[in-house]
Nanobody
Framework: QVQLVESGGGLVQAGGSLRLSCAAS????????MGWFRQAPGKEREFVAR????????HYADSVKGRFTISRDNAKNTLYLQMNSLNPDDTAVYYCAASGLYVPTYERAYGYWGQGTQVTVSS
């Protein structure tokens, strides 16, 4: 099994930046593709970004392209999400997740999830 713990959320003003971290333990972190998801109040959870175990394939949701950067440090068993140019629409609980598939197309392909960290962007 894999245990995931997010951190780094908080309150920021529009246009600001924030870096989220996801610490993994249990199974070998480097064996998993990792993703970030978010869920705003009253909305369904949505995909944000993902990165394969070797960093060879990275994909972002259209809403965050050019603003967010996903990365990972396998030596530290940690996943990151650098968020720049934040706007109020980015307000949500952010979750990290792990998948055994190289390119998990659907949310259900992610078998392990963290508890989430709140990101609030004020206008």
């Amino acid at each position: 099994q894999v245990q995931l713990v997010e951190s780094g959320g908080g309150l920021v003003q529009a246009g600001g930046s924030l870096r989220l971290s996801c610490a993994a333990s249990g199974r070998t972190f480097s064996s998993y593709t990792m993703g970030w998801f978010r869920q705003a109040p009253g909305k369904e959870r949505e995909f944000v970004a993902r990165i394969t175990w070797d960093g060879g394939s990275i994909h972002y949701a259209d809403s965050v392209k050019g603003r967010f950067t996903i990365s990972r440090d396998n030596a530290k068993n940690t996943l990151y999400l650098q968020m720049n140019s934040l706007n109020p629409d980015d307000t949500a609980v952010y979750y990290c997740a792990a998948s055994g598939l190289y390119v998990p197309t659907y949310e259900r392909a992610y078998g392990y999830w963290g508890q989430g960290t709140q990101v609030t962007v004020s206008s």
